[in-house]
């Protein structure tokens, strides 16, 4: 048996020592140590223990305490855990029409908490998260690490909207860069969709590059207003502009052996795609990591310990309950 936290021991039991050298020595009464108010409250019972062994059942109860925060456990040493899973770029749509309120609160933090639930359904697996407009960027390189790539698709806020046009074909030739050394290329975007024509030219570097696109749609068909930073709807040749989910980039993926779902409140549309890629697509081992195996022991001492508190304080003499 060792301790995580030896240093805690040798800090608290000076302490220690000096709180039992004030008990033994000032007639071995806790009423000199703790407030009268307090002991009368813990205390429920008569004096049914000796004062020197009520008061050595508190000092032992103490200093189990302490071992307890000193951490004792049983050391297995490393472990070698191998890590599977497949390699995906994960893509982030930025663009103007993110800021409609079609979904609550707005389609780009709809999307956002859509990839938090992905990065849960993908535990192990190595994701980079990308953002895309009219050009495309890495918020994230590949990462295993969930946590932290949540704490940066957090970090993506309206200020990163881009009002310019999405350019899809520039979202192809940049993953196709990123993915070169993957097997297989996996492409996951979280997008409201475009236009079969501009999807052309995209369409055709994934599949050249035999890249296996899923898609995540956000938006309502029925569609919002475009709105401005300062959430005034835009308008175009005089009319307010209306933004529709367009489900043609879901018709892409299907042509290329992938697969879409549109985003619901629930997490069942996430988890089906993940399903779906995990059925389609073989884990890769993704390397190995050491951890340290340990079997706590805290909680044996804790419970013994305030066990031993307990029974010291509740078998106060009636005269300290009847001290005014």
Do not use: C, W
């Amino acid at each position: 048996m060792t301790f995580v936290n030896p240093q805690l021991f040798f800090i608290l039991i000076l302490p220690l020592l000096v709180f039992a050298f004030v008990i033994l020595r000032h007639k071995g009464s806790v009423t000199q140590v703790f407030n009268e108010e307090v002991l009368k409250r813990l205390s429920v019972g008569d004096d049914s223990l000796p004062m020197v062994l009520r008061n050595m059942l508190m000092l032992v109860g103490i200093f189990f305490l302490v071992i307890a925060l000193a951490r004792p456990v049983i050391d297995n040493g490393e472990k070698k855990v191998q890590l599977e899973g497949l390699s995906a770029v994960v893509a982030l749509d930025i663009s103007g029409s993110m800021r409609a309120k079609d979904i609550y609160p707005n389609r780009l933090e709809f999307a956002k908490t859509k990839m938090l639930s992905l990065f849960k359904e993908m535990p192990t697996d190595e994701l980079s998260v990308i953002a895309f407009a009219h050009s495309s960027f890495m918020l994230a390189p590949f990462s295993s690490d969930k946590g932290t790539l949540k704490q940066i698709v957090e970090g993506v806020t309206d200020e990163y909207i881009n009002m310019s046009s999405t350019d899809f074909s520039a979202l192809g030739v940049y993953v196709a860069e990123l993915l070169e050394k993957k097997e297989p290329k996996i492409l996951i975007v979280f997008s409201d969709g475009g236009e079969k024509k501009e999807l052309e030219a995209f369409a055709e570097t994934i599949k050249d590059e035999d890249i296996a696109l899923y898609v995540v749609l956000v938006g309502t068909e029925e569609g919002s207003p475009v709105v401005d930073k300062d959430g005034k709807p835009l308008s175009h040749n005089g009319a307010i502009a209306i933004t529709q989910r367009n489900n043609d980039l879901g018709e892409v993926a299907l042509e290329n052996g992938g697969a879409f779902v549109v985003a619901n409140t629930g997490d069942t549309g996430v988890k089906d795609l993940v399903a779906t890629i995990k059925a389609q697509h073989q884990d890769k081992e993704q390397g190995e990591v050491s951890i340290h195996d340990r079997e706590e022991l805290f909680y044996y001492p804790l419970s013994l310990g305030l066990f031993l508190l307990l029974l010291g304080f509740s078998s106060l003499p009636s005269r300290a309950r009847n001290a005014k």
